[in-house]
């Protein structure tokens, strides 16, 4: 069962992983810009797909492996700038630089990445035979 839930979190870090990423695609080729306003709306399924992942991985840390630190703030959607700035207008009205801030909301990605993938791999090698 250990085991099992040691996927179920990797399976949850992908989907989290997954979904920052398809946010961030969409905004950079304007997947949901509307062309009247220059606003960038997103797509809901895969927000609350990403907020559930977040909430699912807490839960599992939580439950089964309390001796991993996961603070889910660290994650939260304000850590991808471009996003707010996409939803709120700031790209619209060119308050901030799109390449700047789509390059801080990768990087975040890959640190969530290689932070969240460890805190698996840890677990699966103190759990192998």
């Known amino acids: 069962m250990y085991v099992e839930k040691i996927e179920e979190l990797y399976l949850a870090v992908v989907e989290y992983l997954e979904t920052c990423d398809a946010l961030i695609t969409d905004i950079q080729k304007s997947t949901y810009r ?14 609350y797909k990403r907020e559930a992942s977040i909430s699912k991985i807490e839960m599992l840390c939580g439950l089964y492996f ?48 290689l932070k969240l993938k460890a805190i698996c791999r840890d677990l699966m090698n103190s759990n192998m035979l």
């Open 66 to 113: 309390p001796e991993v630190e996961f603070e889910p703030k660290e994650y939260c959607i304000s850590k991808m700038p471009a996003f707010w700035a996409a939803t709120s207008g700031q790209f619209a009205r060119k308050e901030v630089s799109g390449e700047e801030v789509v390059k801080k909301s990768r990087d975040h990605i890959d640190k969530a990445s």
């Open 34 to 47: 509307e062309h009247e306003t220059g606003y960038h709306r997103y797509n809901e399924a895969t927000y």
